[in-house]
C-alpha cells in the first residue's frame, strides 16, 4: 500500500508542495496541512457545501475529492477572495446585507456566489437560488444571502450603492426578480 | 470520515488503464467524478485497494455529434450536459435530466459514465440512457465491445461490466426530425434521490403515428427499469390523450417500487403513471415542434 505521494497545487494563488497519503480527502489537505481552516467541514456526505472551494475556477465540495488529484491545479478558497488588504466585494456584500448568521456555510456560500457571477454576472433571483441549491444553510439565512450576492452583482457591475453605504437592508428583494 | 487507504494511479492512456485493471481485477475502482465513489469509500462501504483516477484522459471527455450518433465520453459531467446548447436544442432529455441530477456543486464533478455504471436505480442517467436505447463501448486490454444499455443492469450497484473493462464511449442516435424526449423527476428537495424519475423519448413520423418510443424508469426497482410494454401501446399510436394515459398506465405496472420515507408502494407506482403522462405529454410537444 503506497504510504505518501507528493502533491503540488496552486491555492489561493502560492505553490504548495506536500507528501500526502492518497487517501487524504482535499478538505482536510487544505485545513490540515496548510492550516487554510477557512474551509469547514459540514456533512461529510457531500450534501452541504460547507467545504466548497474553486477548482480552476469552478465550485466543487472539497469533502469529496482526493488532495492527490488536486496535483497541478488551481484552487480558491474563502482565504483568497481578499486582496491587497481589500474584501471581496462578494464579501462585503455579506456583511453589509447580514447574509450570514452563523457563519458556518458562509465560506461556501461566497465561493459559489462568486464563480456564479464570474459566469453570469447579472442573475436572476431564481438563477441565485439555484446556484446556491447545493450549499445548505441551517440558519435558514437564505434570504439575505440571496440579497448579498444581488449586492454584489450590482457593486461587480458598478452601479451599487448599497454596499458602502447605510442603505443596505432590503433593497435587494426589488431588483434582480426576472421571470 | 477517514477512507481505508489505497494505492492511487493516475494513467496517462487508456492501455494503462486497462492494464492496471487486468493487474488488480476487483481490487480495483475507477475513479471518474467520485461523487458516489467518495463518499462510499468514506463511509467504508467501498475499501478499493487500487484506485485508478480516470480524471483528464481526453478520449474519455469526448462529446460530438457525428457518424449519426450523439457521442458522450463517460467522463463529460453532468454540469456539461446542463450547459450545453447542442444538447438543450436538440436533445433535450439529456438537458432535463442534466439540470436535476444532484446539486450544482456535485454536478461539476459527477459523470455520465461513473453514474450509469455505478449503477444505482435511483440514479438519473440509467432511465434516460435506457430511453434513448444508448449503447456502450466496453474496452479491455486487447479487446472491445459493444453494449447496449439494456444489458448493463443486473442489479442494484451491479452491472455486466468484467473487473477488467472499462466504458469508453456512449452514444445515442443523433436526433433527427420528429423526435422529442422529457424527464420528469419527483423528488423531496435538491440533492435528495428522486422518490421517482420517468425519462421517455418518442419519435413522430410523417403522418403523426409513433414510429419508435423509450421509456425509462428511475428508483422504482432494483435497476433502472424499461417499460416495454408501455413503449408498445405508443407505437403505431397517434400520440393521442388515450394512448398517452394507456401507457401511463402500463409504466406504473412495470414498476416494483419498495416502500420507504419517501412513499408507499402505492403512491411511487401511481407516481409513475402521472409522471410518464406528463414526460409524454411534453415529448409529443417537442416532437412536433421539431418535425
Known amino acids: 500500500m503506497a504510504t505518501t505521494m507528493s502533491v503540488s497545487v496552486t ?3 502560492a505553490e504548495y508542495t ?9 478538505v482536510h489537505f487544505l485545513r490540515d496541512e496548510l492550516g487554510l481552516t477557512g474551509t ?27 488532495a492527490v488529484q488536486a496535483d497541478a491545479q488551481a484552487l480558491t478558497t ?7 488588504g481589500e474584501l471581496n466585494p462578494i464579501q462585503e456584500a455579506f456583511k453589509e446585507e447580514h447574509g450570514l448568521q452563523c457563519g458556518y456555510c458562509t465560506p461556501g456560500m461566497m465561493l459559489t456566489g462568486v464563480a456564479l457571477l464570474e459566469s453570469s454576472p447579472e442573475p436572476s433571483e431564481a438563477e441565485i437560488r439555484m446556484a446556491i441549491s447545493g450549499n445548505l444553510c441551517r440558519c435558514t439565512g437564505y434570504q439575505n444571502i440571496v440579497h448579498a450576492i444581488q449586492s454584489a452583482a450590482r457593486a461587480m457591475a458598478g452601479n451599487d450603492t448599497s454596499v458602502d453605504g447605510g442603505a443596505g437592508g432590503g433593497n435587494g428583494a426589488s431588483e434582480g426578480g426576472g421571470e | 470520515m477517514i477512507p481505508a487507504a489505497f494505492d492511487y494511479h ?6 494503462e488503464v486497462l492494464a492496471l485493471l487486468d493487474e488488480h481485477g476487483w481490487e480495483a475502482k475507477i475513479l471518474a467524478g467520485g461523487q458516489s465513489l467518495i463518499p462510499a469509500m ?8 487500487t484506485v485508478v483516477d480516470v480524471n483528464g484522459l481526453a478520449e474519455l471527455e469526448r462529446f460530438e455529434e457525428s457518424d449519426g450518433f450523439l457521442h458522450i465520453g463517460p467522463m463529460v459531467r453532468h454540469a456539461t450536459i446542463a450547459g450545453s446548447e447542442l444538447v438543450r436544442d436538440r436533445y433535450p432529455l439529456l438537458s432535463d435530466a442534466a439540470e436535476v441530477i444532484a446539486d450544482p456543486l456535485v454536478r461539476n464533478r459527477g459523470t455520465v459514465g461513473g453514474s450509469l455504471v455505478h449503477a444505482d436505480p435511483a440514479g438519473d442517467w440509467g432511465s434516460v440512457m435506457l430511453a434513448y436505447r444508448a449503447e456502450l463501448t466496453v474496452r479491455r486490454a486487447g479487446g472491445e465491445r459493444t453494449l447496449p444499455i439494456d444489458e448493463l443492469f443486473l442489479t442494484t450497484f451491479v452491472t455486466s461490466l468484467e473487473p477488467n473493462e472499462l466504458v469508453t464511449g456512449i452514444r445515442i442516435p443523433a436526433a433527427s426530425d ?25 419519435t413522430l413520423a410523417d403522418d403523426g403515428k409513433v414510429s419508435a418510443a423509450g421509456i425509462g424508469l428511475t428508483a422504482v426497482g432494483a435497476t433502472s427499469l424499461r417499460a416495454a410494454a408501455a413503449e408498445g401501446e405508443l407505437l403505431g399510436s397517434g400520440a393521442e390523450a388515450a394512448a398517452i394515459e394507456a401507457a401511463a398506465v402500463k409504466a406504473a405496472e412495470a414498476s416494483s417500487p419498495t416502500a420507504d420515507t419517501r412513499g408507499s408502494e402505492e403512491y411511487k407506482r401511481d407516481m409513475v403513471r402521472v409522471l410518464t403522462g406528463r414526460a409524454l405529454r411534453r415529448s409529443v410537444d417537442r416532437a412536433r415542434a421539431a418535425s
Open chain 2, 10 to 15: 493516475h494513467p496517462s492512456d487508456i492501455d
Open chain 1, 18 to 26: 506536500a507528501d500526502v497519503e492518497p487517501r487524504m480527502l482535499l
Open chain 2, 42 to 49: 468514506r463511509f467504508r462501504l467501498a475499501e478499493p485497494g
Open chain 2, 178 to 202: 420528429g423526435e422529442g424526449g422529457a424527464y420528469e423527476k419527483l423528488e423531496r428537495k435538491v440533492g435528495d434521490f428522486a422518490t421517482v424519475g420517468v425519462a421517455t423519448q418518442i
Open chain 1, 78 to 84: 474563502v482565504e483568497g477572495l481578499m486582496s491587497n
Open chain 1, 40 to 66: 469547514h467541514i459540514g456533512c461529510d456526505t457531500t450534501h452541504c457545501g460547507a467545504c466548497t472551494i474553486l477548482l480552476n475556477g469552478t465550485p466543487i465540495k472539497s469533502c469529496t475529492m482526493f
Open chain 1, 11 to 13: 491555492v489561493n494563488g
